[in-house]
């Protein structure tokens, strides 16, 4: 059912007055804050209407009334107001990226930590279909006399970079040699056809056994276990919201955010126009009650993952998607993530 001009008034005045406060609105505080040309009995009626509708609902009797998950919704969609970044903002966000990220795992971690830094809230950043990334060139670098660096450059950038231990007396053109055997084994193939080496190559050089076995093993890592791909920042930030003040509701939060496999769920969805809102109400389907607003994260045309925020249902929603916006434009022109190059 639509809603009038009215109705959409009142309702998004209940959510700003709630965001602020955390107190059920009444009709005497929409008109003395937001909308004084309207009766207080007009607007009882129009709150009325609207929890009907299940826009609102009232915690007491004789209580002001709360949004609900669906005004939420609706408020992100169509009433809330657009803001710019401000200048600390801005400059929060500079902090964090500059040139010297040099892997997808830093992105994330950078990204996690100034959504959780501007927002007061926690900050998620993971990778989605990683499995799906193209494996463009494998590097080995000498670093010490035992010790290599095994570098990953795939189509969205390069990945956790790994080291392994090499014997003292190999020349430096071995690294040069397995470089270029083990980028023809994987190049041009997607990490999720690497899960059966064998398929790809029918015989592995002894010399170069150990250094295949440790590429391996970090490429599986990013398969098997798609919790170990979420970054969480700021999860202690969480104490200063009313909402969790109650210790058991704290306690719930912290265990969702102690074993990441509950997040993935919620985290991995679409939702239309990149952004997705998943809010969860008195412990639905085992989960605490709690919001969370993700958005996708392209660098260069390529989906790399997902970034955004976890919180309380009663969070300042017009914020926070434009911080998202923000971030999201400037992870899109990080030279971490551009195409990968065969011939370097």
Do not use: W
């Amino acid at each position: 059912m639509s809603l009038s001009e009215r109705k959409e008034k009142i309702l998004r005045a209940v959510i700003d007055s709630y965001v602020d406060s955390c107190q059920p609105v009444s009709s005497a505080d929409i008109q003395a804050n937001y909308l004084s040309a309207l009766s207080t009995a007009t607007i009882r009626n129009e709150l009325a209407a609207l929890e009907d509708m299940g826009y609102l609902d009232q915690p007491h009797t004789s209580a002001g009334r709360i949004p609900t998950a669906s005004a939420y919704k609706l408020y992100v969609e169509r009433l809330m107001p657009r803001r710019e970044l401000s200048s600390s903002e801005l400059e929060i966000v500079s902090k964090y990226f500059d040139e010297k990220i040099s892997e997808i795992d830093d992105v994330l971690r950078s990204t996690a930590k100034v959504i959780s830094e501007i927002t007061n809230l926690t900050g998620v950043a993971c990778f989605t279909n990683v499995g799906e990334a193209i494996i463009g060139n494998i590097r080995i670098v000498k670093i010490t006399s035992t010790l290599a660096l095994v570098i990953i450059v795939t189509d969205i950038g390069v990945l956790k970079d790994a080291t392994v231990t090499v014997p003292s007396d190999v020349p430096e053109e071995y690294f040069a040699k397995a470089s270029a055997f083990i980028t023809a084994s994987f190049g041009g193939h997607r990490i999720e056809e690497v899960r059966n080496p064998e398929r790809l190559i029918c015989e592995i050089k002894d010399e170069f056994r150990d250094l295949f076995d440790t590429i391996l093993e970090v490429l599986r890592g990013y398969l098997d276990d798609s919790s170990e791909n979420i970054v969480l920042e700021g999860s202690s930030k969480l104490l200063k919201q009313p909402e969790y003040s109650n210790v058991g509701k704290a306690r719930e939060m912290f265990e969702m955010l102690e074993s990441k496999e509950k997040l993935v769920p919620a985290i991995s969805s679409k939702g239309d126009l990149g952004l997705t809102i998943n809010i969860s109400n008195d412990g639905e389907d085992g989960s605490p009650e709690c919001a969370i607003v993700t958005a996708n994260l392209t660098t260069h045309g390529v989906n790399i993952g997902k970034a955004g925020v976890i919180g309380p249902i009663r969070m300042d929603y017009s914020k926070i998607v434009s911080v998202l916006d923000y971030i999201s434009k400037t992870i899109e022109d990080l030279p971490v993530a551009k195409k990968f190059d065969k011939d370097n």
